[in-house]
């Protein structure tokens, strides 16, 4: 009933920018943190930056002066501004975030959507 959709990623020279945009769908009664996550090939999943419902975020320590996480809480939208990005950057990037929904039952959950990639070439 709860999704999450990614768009905004794509192909750049290192030194370009791109914004990923997260729109949580469904039957939403609130949206607690939201967060990006990445996972480059043969790499483990990161988290890249969180941002808590009063929109307080935090960054890895690679990313954290070069990337902006920012929400619309009336659009149930996160977004992640990249400034600066490295081919190191190049990943899967996950939207992530802990719903409280109301159908079919009331419950909260963490929620993952299926990822936008971002290629990052030298």
């Known amino acids: 009933q709860v999704q999450l959709v990614e768009s905004g990623g794509g192909l750049v020279q290192a030194g370009g920018s791109l914004r990923l945009s997260c729109a949580a769908v469904?039957?939403?009664?609130?949206?607690?943190?939201m967060a990006w996550y990445r996972q480059a090939p043969g790499k483990q999943c990161e988290l890249v930056a969180e941002?808590?419902?009063?929109?307080?975020?935090t960054y890895s320590d690679s990313v954290a002066d070069r990337f902006t996480i920012s929400r619309d809480n009336a659009e149930n939208t996160v977004y992640l501004q990249m400034n600066s990005l490295k081919p190191e950057d190049s990943a899967v990037y996950y939207c992530?975030?802990?719903?409280?929904?109301?159908?079919?039952?009331?419950?909260?959950?963490?929620?993952w959507g299926r990822g936008t990639p971002v290629t990052v070439s030298s």
């Open positions: 941002i808590t419902d009063y929109g307080s975020p």
């Open positions: 469904g039957s939403i009664s609130s949206i607690n943190y």
């Open positions: 992530s975030a802990e719903v409280a929904s109301w159908r079919p039952e009331s419950r909260v959950a963490v929620y």
